[in-house]
C-alpha cells in the first residue's frame, strides 16, 4: 500500500505564506491521485478545501489554493490568519483505493 | 444542502461486529458519479480511510482492513453502512461517513471497543 507523506508541523506568521505538500511513495503526484486537502481544528470533523488537486468549496477561503510544485501535491496559504491554525491532512487515490497522509500541524505564531 | 449523520451503538464488546449506519439527505446515494466513504481516526491520530462505495455499487476498502470489512448500502432509506467484525481495542476511534467530492462529512461517532 502506498504511503502518502506531509511535513509533521509547520509554522507561519500571521499575514504570512507558507505552502504544504503531500508526497507518494510510488513516484511523482499528478492530478491522476485527484488531491484533496482537508482541514481540521480541535475537538471538530474535518472539512474539505481543496479537491481534485485546485477546486474549492464554497465555503474554502479565497487565501488557500492547491496544487501539483515539484512532483507533490500542495496546499498553499497565503496571508495566514490565526484562525488558521489547525491540522491539515492531504488525501490521495490510487487504483481502487484512497490513502490519508499522516497531517500537518499548522502553527501561526 | 446535503447533510451526512452517523448512527450506531457506541460500545462494542471485544471480538464482536461494529456496525454503523449513515443517514444521507439532500442527495441520492445512487445517482451523480460519487464515491460516499467511511473514514476513521483514534483518539489523537490521524485519518484512516476505510472504504467507499461509488454510486454504480462497486466498493473498495483499505487493504488492511480488507478481511474485517464490508460496506452495504440501503436507497430505500438513503442509508450506507458498516460493518467491521472480530474488532479489538485498537478500533476504537470516531467513524465518520463522508461525500468527499466536494466535502460533505458527517458529525462523526466515537464507537469504543471495550468489555
Redesign the interface.
Known amino acids: 500500500?502506498a504511503v502518502v507523506t506531509q511535513e509533521p508541523s509547520l509554522t507561519v506568521s500571521p499575514g504570512g505564506t507558507v505552502t504544504l505538500t503531500c508526497d507518494s511513495s510510488t513516484g511523482a503526484v499528478t492530478s491522476g491521485h485527484y488531491p484533496?486537502w482537508?482541514q481540521?481544528k480541535p475537538g471538530q470533523?474535518?472539512?474539505?478545501?481543496i479537491?481534485?488537486t485546485d477546486?474549492k468549496?464554497?465555503w474554502t477561503p479565497a487565501r488557500f489554493s492547491g496544487s501539483l510544485l515539484g512532483g507533490k501535491g500542495a496546499l498553499t496559504l497565503s496571508g495566514a490568519l490565526p484562525e488558521d491554525e489547525a491540522e491539515y491532512?492531504c488525501?490521495l487515490s490510487y487504483s481502487?483505493?484512497?490513502?490519508?497522509?499522516?497531517?500537518t500541524k499548522l502553527t501561526v505564531l | 444542502q446535503v447533510q451526512l449523520q452517523e448512527s450506531g451503538p457506541g460500545l462494542v464488546k471485544p471480538s464482536q461486529t461494529l456496525s454503523l449506519t449513515c443517514t444521507v439527505s439532500g442527495a441520492s446515494i445512487t445517482s451523480g458519479n460519487y464515491y460516499w466513504h467511511w473514514i476513521r481516526q483514534p483518539a489523537g491520530k490521524g485519518l484512516e480511510w476505510i472504504g467507499r462505495f461509488y454510486t454504480s455499487g462497486r466498493t473498495a476498502y483499505n487493504p488492511s482492513l480488507k478481511s474485517r470489512v464490508s460496506i452495504s448500502i440501503d436507497t430505500s432509506r438513503s442509508q450506507f453502512s458498516l460493518r467491521l467484525n472480530s474488532v479489538t481495542a485498537a478500533d476504537t476511534a470516531i467513524y465518520y461517513c463522508a461525500r468527499l467530492s466536494p466535502g460533505y462529512w458527517g458529525q462523526g461517532i466515537l464507537v469504543t471497543v471495550s468489555s
Request: hydrophobic letters at 35%.
Open positions: 500500500q484533496y482537508f481540521q470533523a474535518p472539512r474539505t478545501l479537491y481534485d477546486n468549496h464554497s491532512y488525501l481502487g483505493a484512497v490513502v490519508f497522509g499522516g497531517g
